[in-house]
């Protein structure tokens, strides 16, 4: 399961303006869930039906008392590896648990997943108001 | 004909959120219409005159209750596969059958068609209004 | 001279919905005016002095009561290849041609003419209200 | 199947000289053999199991007495669109059906297939010696 | 120096009509001036000090009652060749002698310069309302 | 028909060097023979049936004791444009005509056609041993 | 550790024809080897140290009597997935696997890796003798 | 540390006007702060553990009275080059200092940063009221 | 005229190892020769028919005991600025300046030039025996 | 001064096979030498004079008995950073300590250095013989 206590901060160094940071992840990996049923899944499995899913994850978000460490959101992502989980489901669990750790002003969330059974899909959601 | 029956949906895993779903099906063909008249074209006819289109669908839609089925989608849309239809008809079909089976808060279909006679047409159509 | 009177059309299969119709047609062709006099140009004098011109035409509108028939349109544009016209008059001329022909919502047309003298020139005229 | 019948020939103009002629055809589709078994599928069973191929088919070759005549190519590729074939043996078959109507020089089929499970496969196939 | 008389028009073609022109002229050539004094450059200082500089000018305007004549624009934005003149001078002065010349319901300039030091700069400046 | 007594040619000012010219056209048109029939096409008989074809053409060579003068070649490529002539035919023919009046060490001229009926087309002919 | 059993071959259909078959499989990964150990990880251990590498592999081969199966070849390449293993050795690896599950007349395996610590790198291994 | 003092500005030549002057800077280096604490690291120091950044600097701004002259901007910028600073203070930074030097109507700063641990950032930080 | 004396050179560091220095110089600018006359053209002339032409010139070589200074390369190219000078005499005049001053084990130059009535102009002379 | 004692190896895994590594480290930098002297630049010089070098180093070797290993090969290229070096000399360097660490059977070092003064430069060097 994602592990959202992996997720760091550190406090905003410019806590007053309202700059924007963006963040590029390509490297994203989970699993297809098996049998429609979205679990932790063994090699075996994973072997026999659950195939891996990649993705790019792009993260934006403007930051209010802290912004998230680096490191921590590369860890974070990682432990996405070995799940069985939904395109839609993941980009709104990356999401919900960024906003929870960070508690930014704004922040977007998309993931771009790689072609499957020929078709692509992108997921993009989002929490706050942007300030134009 | 396209087969609509073919559509399935799961429930949306954030209904109260409204996050954005886009597809991108770089393999659709269909058959262009014989003598004007769009229907089902057997192979003979095919070869004698309703030449095969290619093009791109790009579907982007904000969910209501529930999502499409990828799997669904792309039997969806392997079924204009013999079909003889226009470019316009086509993605207002689609726009028209996908809005039916998701009821989605907003829905775009974009038909990016191959060359044909020197001349590449792109169809966009829309249903629902856009939260900004 | 151009020929409007090659243009047809077809009644809009989707007349209640306000959607978008873009074609790219990348292979036109005219003639630059001889003695900045426009008018059909002969082979001869061709050779002499009316260099031919090279460009692409887009074309998007929002379809009204009828949509031009694509290989009619593909006639219309063919049918400046031995015109001597400037940019601007041959792409606010289509636009003419086509609004008469269509009555369309809305109605744009770009020429993205080939470098000339080291200058790339791009005309866009427009027709009607866009919806947004 | 593939019906190496439609193809036609015509005169090489320039029989003496040793030119090549490289064709690209990017809109190749067949079908994925279902249980394994190259075969014609029906439209029932291309949406139970065959799932359509795509692909760009390249041919180049050295003319001997006579060339390919362009459209009766089309017609000929176009004869694999509900036909259930592996790509090693589409790829062969072609090469095989073209090389015996046209006797060339030299002859070489590339088939660059769309990416399936994850997977890109290019096969590449030659007749006669090149002269370099 | 810059000559603006070399600058000519024509009538536009369709006054009542909003339209755009838009120009790319990828191969402007000056030099940058000596000692921080803008001048015509000899040959000599040239190759003592004052380094010629590269760039694309785009112009893009909403003709009134006149059009530039193409030629002549090439002509006019030869005569900077041989002068020492700073980027945002350049772009504006090309503004102010167009806009004088042509007296534009909206006209942009932007000069696009290659990189100098490691550093490559973008200039532009505008006149008018544009009509959106 | 194409008019090779266009060509200039102006002395080679290296000729004991052996190097090389290339020369890329992007804006060669010509006509698709009507009926099968190589002519020149009237008007009407090009609107009626026999469609224009576009493409690129490369010239290569090692000049001997002339090099081919630059706008004797645009002029002669521009008198292919109300031809009725096939692409293998075309290529073949300006390799003869410029081999004819350049007498090079060696030339390749190679005829990159836009797409057509979904097939795009590259020809290529040489004279004479390229020095390796 | 990778499991070569996994892979599965089907007769050639053209053996007697010396042709080529290229696959490009862009979704590899692996974990980099904890303390320099080659070995399976534990989640727990990943997240503390052994990075997951992503890369994409090249596969080129002339096959002999037998062609591999791509979905067999798919969930070999899934089985490195939870292995820590340098790049070096996964190259050469999937190089002896594949070769002596097919026994290729020639066969070449790229593993072309993203960028890590500021540095890409290729690996490229061959067997067997290349027909020019 | 940063040396602002380099900054050197020159009068704005067209004050009156609102045009924008936008450069990019792609050879920015800085270091990595070691353990956490932003400071000047040794060269020895940097080798065990402060690891180079890298990324491109995009300045954009509507000057007021002065702009910034384009050498002193290039040797700021260097003055990073054996600094231990993270990428939020960077980009803020260098925002500060260029809008004290420049005062100008409005200017965004954008540090591009290349991939660190597969993920690549972006921070964008503005002041002022940028006329629409 | 071109001015070698400009051309300056240093010893090769490393004179005993065969190796290969490469120079992408895409600023060059000369003047079309007037009236067919390779000249020294002022200004006015230039504006009334000597057009600017410009380019790209790459220099490969493997140098013997001394190497071309960077700095007076680019004086060097700069002193074709105002010159009257035909494309291949341009190249050949550059490698034989460059291959007098620097004597090399070998070296090519390549003039890359913009496009001049629709046509696009790539001269390529060499001198000495390239070790493979 | 480089410190090639940071260079670090590894027992090539496979010794028998010559199989080839290609490493692209795409954020070296070094000074330009000051006054024509190599050496170590203070930050003082630096900004006065010595300005900063960027570029990608490729290197590509077939393995004898060890390989390099990455991170060594990284922190080796850093120690680059404040030396003040000519582009020649660094490239043959890096080969000669590479060569003398690893004793490869083939090497390859390609120093790519971003534009100075207008001209881009690539330098390569070898050492061993390729088995073609």
Chains 1, 2, 3, 4, 5, 6, 7, 8, 9, 10 share one sequence.
Request: charged share 25%; proline share 8%; net charge negative.
């Amino acid at each position: 399961m994602p592990r959202a206590e992996l997720l760091e901060t550190f406090p905003n160094p410019y806590p007053g303006r309202g700059y924007e940071i963006a963040m590029e992840c390509p490297e994203f990996t989970s699993l297809c869930p098996l049998g429609g049923i979205e679990s932790d899944a063994t090699e075996l499995q994973q072997l026999e039906g659950g195939a891996p899913d990649f993705g790019t994850i792009f993260i934006t978000y403007v930051p209010g008392d802290v912004c998230v460490e680096l490191k921590s959101l590369k860890l974070y992502l990682w432990s996405f590896r070995n799940d069985g989980i939904f395109y839609e489901r993941a980009v709104n669990r990356i999401l919900d648990d960024l906003a929870a750790a960070v508690r930014p002003v704004w922040m977007e969330v998309v993931g771009d997943f790689n072609i499957r059974g020929g078709i692509k899909s992108v997921i993009t959601a989002r929490v706050g108001a942007r300030i134009p």
